[in-house]
Every structure is written in C-alpha cells, then in structure tokens.
C-alpha cells in the first residue's frame, strides 16, 4: 500500500471516532491517486461505500456532511463500484439538509451511478 494512504489509514485506526472523509478528500489532502490507492484493497473487502460531498477552505479538503455530492465523486463512486462488489452506498448528509425534491434527485442520481457502473 501506498506510503501516503496507508498513513491516512493508519490515523483513522487510531482515531476511530474521528470523521470519516472520503478517498477523494484523502486523495488531495495527501497526494495520492484515488484509483491507484482503491486497486490496492482487495475488491471483495469493499462492501458499503459512504459518500458525502466536500468543502474546501484554506486549499484542504473538508467533508463536514453538509455539501452536495461533487460530480468527481459520482466518477469515482462509479469506479469503485465498477470495481468492487458494492452492496450499499450510504449518502453522509447530517449538516444543511436540503429540501427533499433535491436530496431525492442526489439519491436518484447515486442509483442511476451505480447502476450504470455494474450494468454499462
């Protein structure tokens, strides 16, 4: 594994009660690749992926489950589904939680990604 993910890895082990950010916050905090790091666990250990989108303040990365989902984040949720044997995307919005027309067109949006990622 990666020297920079493991890193990542081994303080959210230690901090367990710390926030969870996503591969891509992780990814432009700590500068490495998403993918390169997501071929380096073994497909069938991924079975649930959260998702929440970012804020950036200062150049770093924030996942304070308040944002969006941003479009990279699809692109790499549709990879890692691609990739692994995903059985459950879990959408992290407990902060700003927007009016159920738009949450409802967030989650339609995450099935048609995830759909399309195991289908083509």
Known sequence: ???RAYRVYEDRRRRP???QSTADDNSQNHDFDPL???HEVEADFIRQVHIV???IRDGVY????SEPIQDNLYELLREVVSYAPVEAVILERDVDIPAVGELAAELHRLEET????RHG
């Open 53 to 55: 989108g970012y804020s």
């Open 62 to 65: 924030h996942d304070r489950h």
């Open 114 to 117: 995830c759909e399309r990622a």
């Open 36 to 38: 390169d790091w997501l």
């Open 17 to 19: 009660g710390a926030p």
């Open 1 to 3: 594994m990666d020297h």
